[in-house]
């Protein structure tokens, strides 16, 4: 079965220092990959994603991913936090022949000046 | 390109009645849309996937005869919550899907229901 694992709840930052939160998936096929993130009563944008290719993937607002396949994870990683990244954080995957995205519990991210 | 919008972004119901939702995709072209659904600090619940001119594929443990979806055009789907219960007050999100097949999902906004 499918699963995406976000294992940290909440995480806590200074402005300025790096940032990873994990995600880990169970997918039985080749997996599509995605970061999405989600402000207090919005939408999700799209951060970035993997289909195939390099497995670094560079997205917006400075973000970027690894998709490690021995590992089953696709860590989001940045290097200096800014106080507008506050938000939650969703992994999700897809995979050839699901029509659908299954998402992970999400990362609740607060930055402190 | 690749926006979503969703009508209206929040609604206050009484109980018992029914309230339409609207997912529209602004400038494609969506043969797929998802409508998902969120309750307080938790993750996306997906509830339905609905094709253009068919019915809609709903997940399990949730009920079509409530949640009703309509994907009329290949850029608008609706979500009709009938007979309201406080229970359903929740944050409702729905996605679309471009016709290239690709397999990124382009949210809209989300629409907040309260029923009192």
């Known amino acids: 079965a499918q699963s995406v694992t976000q294992p940290d709840i909440h995480i806590t930052v200074s402005e300025g220092a790096s940032l990873e939160l994990r995600c880990n998936y169970s997918?039985?096929?080749?997996?599509?990959l995605f970061w999405y993130v989600q402000s207090p009563g919005q939408g999700l944008q799209l951060l970035l994603k993997?289909?195939?290719?390099?497995?670094l993937v560079q997205g917006i607002k400075g973000f970027e991913a690894e998709f490690k396949r021995s590992q089953s994870s696709f860590n989001l990683r940045k290097p200096s936090v800014h106080w507008s990244d506050a938000a939650e954080y969703f992994c999700?995957?897809?995979?050839?022949?699901?029509?659908?995205?299954?998402f992970g519990t999400g990362t609740r991210l607060t930055v402190i000046p | 390109g690749a926006v979503v919008s969703q009508h209206p972004s929040w609604v206050i119901c009484k109980s018992g009645t029914s309230v339409k939702i609207e997912c529209r995709s602004l400038?494609?072209?969506?043969?797929?849309m998802f409508w998902y659904r969120q309750f307080p600090k938790q993750s996306l619940m997906l509830m339905a996937t609905?094709?253009?001119?068919?019915?809609?594929?709903?997940e399990q443990g949730v009920e079509k005869d409530k949640f009703l979806i309509n994907h009329a055009s290949l850029t608008l789907s609706t979500l009709t919550v009938t007979s309201a219960h406080p229970e359903d007050s929740s944050f409702y999100i729905c996605?679309?899907?471009?016709?290239?097949?690709?397999?990124?999902?382009?949210f809209g906004p989300g629409t907040r229901l309260t029923v009192t």
């Open positions: 996605s679309a899907r471009a016709m290239d097949y690709s397999y990124e999902q382009y």
């Open positions: 997918y039985g096929a080749t997996p599509y």
């Open positions: 993997y289909f195939s290719g390099d497995t």
């Open positions: 999700a995957v897809g995979a050839t022949g699901a029509n659908n995205l299954f």
């Open positions: 400038d494609f072209q969506a043969t797929t």
């Open positions: 609905s094709n253009e001119g068919s019915k809609a594929t709903y």
